[in-house]
């Protein structure tokens, strides 16, 4: 990843409360996690909390809720009721 990826990537975290340098972790962990076939890649965004609607494609894939206060979610199982808020 070049570090504008990075950065781009960062930034939906950012916006959520946590630190650029925190968020740049993140990333890098979560790339690190996909390149070595232990999931969270493909993070994806919506309006509204996913428990119970969306169904995550990978364990440790990260969810950004959009509607009203952003939040951020991580899936900690395969099926649309494993998710945990982090912010």
């Known amino acids: 990843m070049t570090q504008a990826e990075i950065n781009a990537a960062a930034n939906c975290f950012v916006c959520l409360g946590m630190s650029l340098a925190e968020a740049q972790i993140l990333v890098l962990l979560n790339a690190v ?4 076939g232990g999931g969270g890649s493909n993070n ?3 309006a509204g909390e996913p428990v119970g609607v969306v169904t995550p494609d990978a364990i440790n894939q990260f969810y950004r809720d959009t509607d009203g206060t952003p939040s951020l979610w991580q899936s900690t199982g395969l099926t649309n009721v494993d998710w945990i808020q982090w912010a």
Not at 33 to 36: K, L, P, V
């Open 33 to 36: 996690s996909a390149a070595s």
């Open 44 to 46: 994806i965004s919506g």
